[in-house]
Structure formats: C-alpha cells, structure tokens
C-alpha cells in the first residue's frame, strides 16, 4: 500500500505505547456531572430543565440556538442540583448544568429501536444529527449537521475520514477504529450518503498497522470506500495536510475543505453518527485517553459528558505525584488545566497527565533567526515574522501576511531552539484580526 504524505512538518516521540494497546473501557457513572452548555463552536444551548427536574440519561437539556448551535443533553439519569455558572475547561465560567445521579444504571430516552437508517432521507438523517448534539470529536466541536449541508454552491465530491490521530500520546480514534470497528464504517457510510458523493477515504497513519488492517478487511466489499495508509508525521490529521495527502488538493488560503470539494470528520463523529442514527443515542459520551507518565493506570476510558477530571484520574489509579502537569488534548494543541473539578466535554479527546511540572516553563531566549519555525511550518507561513508583529500590535501587516492561515499545530514552537511561545503570540494576532474585520 503506497504511503502518503503532506510536504514540511515534524516528527515528535509518539508515546502511544503506553495505551495503543488498551481495548476501550466503560467508565461507571460518576455521583455528579456538570454539563457545560457552551461546548460547540457557535452560540450556546439555552437551558430547558429547571433546578429540582428529574432528567434521563439522553434526555435534551440544552436547546440549540442559531444555525450554527448544538443540542445539549444528560449524560446521566439524576436531578438538576442547580442550573449556574461553572468554570470550564477553556478558563472562562460559563452556564453549566449541575445533575446529581440517582442510580447506577444508565437507560437512554430513546423514540424507537435500532433501526435501518437505509430507509431515511438525507433530511431525515441531518435532522436525527442535529438533534443528537453531534459536533467534530477531533477538537474543532463544529456542529456536524451544519458540515453536512454545505452551500449549493459548494459541491461536495469526496468525503474522508480522519483517522490519523497524529497528536503524540493519543489512542481514542486508533481504538474506536479496532474496538468499534463495524460501526465506524457504517458512520463512514451513513455520511457518505448524506452528503451525496460516491467516494470516501479512510486516512490511517502507518504507525497504525493493525486499523489500517482491520478498517481494510471490513471495506473490502464496499466499493466507494478506500483505506489510503500515511506517513506518520505531525500535523498528518490537520484537515488541510489531509486534503492535500490524499487528494493533492490545496484548500485556498482563507479557505475550508468544501472550497476544494471535500468534507472531513472524525473517527469519533462518525462512530457517534452511527449510535445516533441507528441506536437512537445521542452525543453523552465520547472516547477519550487518560495517559502520560502522571497518571498511575493509563487507559482508553467511555466517558459521561461532564464527568469531572478528578474522577476520572482517580478511576486511573490517581496521579503519580504533587507536580503534574495535566493537559487536556494532546501535547501540542491540548490546554493546560488548572483544576481537576473542570468536567470532560465533548472536544475532550485526551487527559494527559506529565510530570516533572517545574521544567515545563523553559527560558525564552531571543529569536536567532534559524530559520527552523519556517522549515516545518505546513502552511508555508513565517511563523518568527507572524509572532514579532502579534507582539509590536501590527495587526493590518500580519494579516497581509496570512496570520489566518496559521492552523495552530505547535509546529513552530515545538522546533523552536529559543522555545518562543509562537502559537501563542499568533493566537492573539488572529483574534485581534478578526476583530478589526468584524
């Protein structure tokens, strides 16, 4: 099978070992969860259950807002402890729902039983999507029913499927695609027939040898589907350097996927696109990898939504000492937490728990102009450049420069000998350039 690949880029120690290997474990309902009602790109859900209600393990407690919104629902059977303002993973506090569990047992509010989603229009299936809460698992937590009707005048051509989880440490895509194999495909399918395209490829890393294999077996008689294998390297998974490895097509600066014909989701969202359209489940749990040399147990662990970090880690054995460093993501675009009582949400892909805190802030020395930042950077940007005019407030020429094409994968800073923060500084720059457009 012919290995694919994006030009530039780096090669970060992988660290998968330490759960690559682990099937997928069913996290016991937690006593608490707190549901955040901002945890999709868009406006926040409106709450619709009041503080004392009983609720039901996938009933809607959160009702979409806008076009681009997403439906909230319980994670757990329980009551409404209180309806208020929480901190959330992001730093910010924001509205959350607070529900107390009132039994070990789990059932869903459900409409129907398992059914053939053969029957179902496209509108039927979007609509099914949406009610769900679906949003991308990878991280982006865009509404998915949104990316599934794109504007007439973006035809769609060729769907794919992220599965290369390029994020060191990670392993919740690599194990949905063994453990969950069967229902992945059918997602990949359910999708493809939503969208109307005829073909869809299945993007697996090489450092993935047994999902390339198990994914390839189970498509084998299904002849729109093709599993490509890609080089292993970092960011292989950013939308852009997956569009360009597998169909050497270039999304324009500025532009999205669907510009060139093409729409990408996730491992996670298809296989929750599945349990929503044929199981009647909606998004109240995800996949998600507690790792890292923190953590006592490293696991690949279901998670209830809103389940609080602590609980979690405690479920792994605990952390391994006082100074760990706990991220939420992978190392190069996770966040750093600062308290364990901040609950699992849907873009949760990774809790990774390092040790050693105290080297984690390393002295920032001058830039020596090496040039490495530009060497790797995938978008063919000058990050050095972009960061030192964030920094002096020249907004107008970094955006003349392509600040907002940076992806944000940490490439840059990864290289970085001086170990400038240059995400960070071209973060801020893209915000205050948005800013001055709007």
């Given at each position: 099978?012919?290995?694919?690949?994006?030009?530039?880029?780096?090669?970060?120690?992988?660290?998968?070992?330490?759960?690559?290997h682990?099937?997928?474990?069913?996290?016991?309902?937690?006593?608490?969860?707190?549901?955040?009602?901002?945890?999709?790109?868009?406006?926040?859900?409106?709450a619709?259950?009041?503080?004392?209600?009983?609720?039901?393990?996938?009933?809607?407690?959160?009702?979409?807002?806008?076009?681009?919104?997403?439906?909230?629902?319980?994670?757990?059977?329980?009551?409404?402890?209180?309806?208020?303002?929480?901190?959330?993973?992001?730093?910010?506090?924001?509205?959350?729902?607070?529900?107390?569990?009132?039994?070990?047992?789990?059932?869903?509010?459900?409409?129907?039983?398992?059914?053939?989603?053969?029957?179902l229009?496209?509108?039927?299936?979007?609509?099914?999507?949406?009610?769900?809460?679906?949003?991308g698992?990878?991280?982006?937590?865009?509404?998915?029913?949104?990316?599934?009707?794109?504007p007439?005048?973006?035809?769609?051509?060729?769907?794919?499927?992220?599965?290369?989880?390029?994020?060191?440490?990670?392993?919740?895509?690599?194990?949905?695609?063994?453990?969950?194999?069967?229902?992945?495909?059918?997602?990949?399918?359910?999708?493809?027939?939503?969208?109307?395209?005829?073909?869809?490829?299945?993007g697996?890393?090489?450092?993935?040898?047994?999902?390339?294999?198990?994914?390839?077996?189970?498509?084998?008689?299904?002849?729109?589907?093709?599993?490509?294998?890609?080089?292993?390297?970092?960011?292989?998974?950013?939308?852009?350097?997956?569009?360009?490895?597998v169909?050497?097509?270039?999304?324009?600066?500025?532009?999205?996927?669907?510009?060139?014909?093409?729409?990408?989701?996730?491992?996670?969202?298809a296989?929750?696109?599945?349990?929503?359209?044929?199981?009647?489940?909606?998004?109240?749990?995800?996949?998600?990898?507690?790792?890292?040399?923190?953590?006592?147990?490293?696991?690949?662990?279901?998670?209830?939504?809103?389940?609080?970090?602590?609980?979690?880690?405690?479920?792994?054995?605990?952390?391994?000492?006082?100074?760990?460093?706990?991220?939420?993501?992978?190392?190069?675009?996770?966040?750093?937490?600062?308290?364990?009582?901040?609950?699992?949400?849907?873009?949760?892909?990774?809790?990774?728990?390092?040790?050693?805190?105290?080297?984690?802030?390393?002295?920032?020395?001058?830039?020596?102009?090496c040039?490495?930042?530009?060497?790797?950077?995938?978008?063919?940007?000058?990050?050095?450049?972009?960061?030192?005019?964030?920094?002096?407030?020249?907004?107008?020429?970094?955006?003349?420069?392509?600040?907002?094409?940076?992806?944000?994968?940490?490439?840059?800073?990864?290289?970085?000998?001086?170990?400038?923060?240059?995400?960070?500084?071209?973060?801020?720059?893209?915000?205050?350039?948005?800013?001055?457009?709007?």
């Open positions: 099978m012919k290995v694919l690949t994006f030009r530039k880029g780096i090669h970060p120690k992988e660290f998968k070992e330490l759960t690559e682990k099937p997928i474990e069913k996290l016991p309902t937690p006593k608490e969860v707190f549901i955040p009602l901002q945890q999709h790109i868009g406006s926040p859900a409106k619709v259950v009041q503080k004392g209600e009983e609720v039901k393990a996938g009933q809607i407690i959160g009702e979409s807002t806008g076009f681009i919104s997403s439906y909230i629902h319980a994670s757990i059977n329980g009551k409404v402890k209180t309806i208020d303002t929480f901190l959330h993973p992001l730093g910010l506090s924001t509205q959350t729902v607070h529900i107390t569990s009132s039994e070990e047992a789990n059932p869903l509010v459900t409409d129907s039983d398992t059914k053939s989603w053969e029957s229009s496209k509108e039927d299936i979007i609509s099914i999507i949406e009610k769900s809460g679906i949003v698992l990878g991280g982006a937590t865009f509404p998915t029913h949104v990316k599934l009707k794109p007439k005048d973006k035809p769609i051509d060729t769907f794919i499927l992220n599965g290369c989880e390029c994020e060191p440490y990670l392993t919740a895509d690599h194990r949905m695609m063994l453990d969950f194999t069967d229902k992945v495909v059918q997602g990949v399918l359910i999708i493809t027939r939503t969208l109307g395209v005829k073909k869809a490829y299945i697996i890393e090489n450092n993935k040898p047994d999902a390339i294999e198990k994914m390839s077996k189970a498509t084998s008689k299904i002849p729109e589907i093709e599993v490509v294998a890609l080089k292993t390297k970092y960011p292989q998974g950013a939308e852009k350097m997956l569009i360009k490895a169909l050497d097509r270039t999304v324009p600066a500025g532009g999205l996927p669907m510009d060139v014909g093409v729409v990408v989701n996730n491992v996670g969202t296989l929750a696109i599945y349990e929503a359209v044929v199981e009647n489940k909606p998004l109240i749990e995800r996949v998600v990898t507690v790792t890292g040399n923190g953590i006592k147990e490293p696991k690949n662990l279901l998670i209830p939504i809103g389940t609080k970090l602590k609980d979690v880690i405690d479920y792994c054995g605990g952390l391994t000492g006082d100074n760990i460093k706990v991220i939420m993501g992978g190392p190069m675009m996770g966040i750093t937490i600062g308290s364990l009582e901040v609950p699992v949400i849907k873009g949760t892909s990774g809790i990774l728990c390092l040790k050693d805190g105290k080297n984690f802030a390393e002295t920032v020395y001058p830039c020596i102009g040039g490495s930042c530009t060497r790797v950077c995938p978008m063919n940007l000058l990050p050095t450049k972009l960061a030192r005019l964030s920094e002096k407030g020249m907004w107008e020429m970094a955006n003349k420069m392509g600040i907002l094409n940076c992806i944000e994968c940490g490439s840059c800073a990864y290289v970085c000998p001086s170990h400038i923060p240059l995400v960070q500084h071209i973060k801020v720059g893209k915000f205050m350039v948005n800013q001055l457009k709007k």
